[in-house]
Every structure is written in C-alpha cells, then in structure tokens.
C-alpha cells in the first residue's frame, strides 16, 4: 500500500486543481493521498467529486505557526471543517495572505527586482497567494533558477531582505484546535533547515506533551542523517512517524509518491480521528 500525505493543489501554492491531483495520483499507483493545501480546505470537495476508483482521499490542511520567531509548519488530518474556532482561525490566516505577498513584492521591487503584483496574482490564481508564488515570479524573471533558490536569507526565506511576517497560528493553539475538531496534527519537516530556522527538540517535546501526533520524517528536504535522528527522537517521545512527497505540481521537483506513510501508522492516523472519515473513491468524474 503507497500512501503519500502531504500535497497541494491550486487551491493554496500547487499547480495542479484538486481534480487533476487525485487523477495524477491514482496514476501514479498511489491508493491513499491527503490533500493538505495550507491553510484552506477549499478543495476537498472538487478532489472528492474526481476521486477516481482505488484512490482513497485523507482531508487535510497544512496550518501556518510560529513560535518565538520560528515558523512552522502543522499537518491537519481528518478534522471538521465546521468547526467554528478552527474555521476563524484559518481565515484570519488565509485573509492575511494578500497584504503580506502585496509587502513582499514591495520589498523586492525596492531592492530593484521588476516583479509586479499584477504577475504574482495571475500565478496564484483563485489560489491561497503565498512566497511560492512569489518564488515562481522570480523564476520567470530568471533572479532565481527554480523556486527553491528563493527560500533563502538573499530572498523570501524566514528573515530574509524581501521576507514580510503574517498572522500565524501558535503551535499549541493550533494543535488544541485540531483535536477540538477531532483531527490528528503531525508537525511537517521539522528538521528542514535550509527554509530557515527550525524548532529545537525540546519544542517539539513540549507540543507532544501538548497532543501532538507525530513528526513528518521522510521528506526532501531531511537527508539521511536527519531522518534518523528524528525517527530516535520519535522514538523517544512515543510520536508517529510518517513520510511524504510534499507535492506541488511543477512548482517543485518532488513527485507524488517520493516519500511514504507506513500502512500501520495510517491506520493509528484514522483510528485517532473523529472529526471526518478518508473517502475511499468511487470512480470520479471524469469532467470534475
């Protein structure tokens, strides 16, 4: 069984609609696939509609935190959308979002890079707009070679000359929330240095003291050595373990299916969730 749990779509940074993501998925011979765009649910329902035969869909969002200056990043499985206080939450997020890009794209222009807001809107789309977009702006103007080169202090990484700070969740918060609406929290690429600055352990101890589930551990960014300090350190704290591609379409080089969930951690993820139940497919449609 191949179960990838973390990719986006159009409806945050991906470049492929919900639709064409779980198709993709089922092609490339997944059978579980969570659709985790940040901070939005928004599109569960056209990925649901598509989903084809074989290809069970895990509902998702990746949260948006921040702890003492430290960004993070929190998975979100199988939580009630409906639930109002996560619901707020999200919104004030995603409400942000345009402000923040709009200060980014400032900052770049007076370190006299030509980007418009105009171009990042139009690659963002209907969209949550956020620096991946901004990256691909960069890419087109040739100031970067690919997305990925603009996560650093030169550019849009955390603390860099064009990084503009947004409304994010505290980590806590966000996990008490979660559970309120019934859904499992995994703490994505923990260990992901080259994004800026990470959580120390001791961090991640006290958020699993807290209710937190589990650390992403096969991931692109975490090389080998990472990858098994962080599975001692899961060890250790009693957190699941999981791995994903961390898909977005053309936007990264990574794949659907890169990285894997073990079948038996999915299972200990859909036995802790109340909040909503994977979505086994039942041969999409196929215009959805």
């Not at 059978?31 to 649901?48: K, P, S």
């Not at 100031?143 to 947004?166: H, M, Q």
Request: negative net charge; glycine residues 10%; charged residues 25%.
């Amino acid at each position: 069984m191949r179960i990838d749990l973390h990719t986006h779509s159009t409806a945050s940074d991906g470049t492929d609609t919900p639709a064409e993501l779980v198709r993709r998925a089922a092609a490339t011979g997944l059978d579980v696939v969570a659709l985790t765009d940040h901070d939005t649910t928004r599109g569960h329902a056209e990925a649901i509609a598509a989903l084809p035969e074989g290809l069970t869909l895990v509902t998702g969002a990746e949260l948006s935190c921040r702890l003492n200056g430290v960004g993070m990043h929190l998975l979100a499985y199988l939580f009630d959308p409906a639930e109002p206080e996560l619901a707020r939450e999200m919104e004030l997020v995603r409400d942000d979002r345009v402000p923040r890009a709009r200060a980014m794209v400032a900052k770049l222009q007076e370190r006299g890079v030509p980007v418009t807001w105009e171009r990042v809107a139009a690659i963002a789309g209907d969209g949550s707009v956020g620096r991946p977009h901004i990256a691909q702006a960069l890419v087109e103007l040739g100031v970067v070679p690919d997305v990925s080169g603009a996560f650093t202090t030169e550019w849009l990484a955390d603390g860099g000359r064009a990084y503009v700070e947004k409304h994010e969740l505290d980590p806590f918060k966000a996990i008490r929330l979660v559970k309120e609406a019934g859904g499992v929290t995994v703490f994505a690429h923990p260990a992901a240095v080259k994004r800026g600055q990470t959580a120390p352990d001791s961090v991640i101890a006290d958020l699993t003291a807290y209710g937190l589930d589990g650390i992403e551990v096969d991931h692109m960014d975490h090389d080998e050595p990472t990858r098994a300090r962080l599975r001692g350190l899961a060890a250790d704290l009693g957190l699941l373990t999981t791995g994903s591609s961390d898909y977005h379409g053309t936007r990264k080089t990574c794949a659907l299916g890169d990285h894997t969930t073990d079948p038996e951690i999915f299972g200990e993820i859909t036995r802790r969730a109340a909040g909503a139940f994977p979505v086994p497919g039942a041969g999409g449609r196929v215009d959805a």
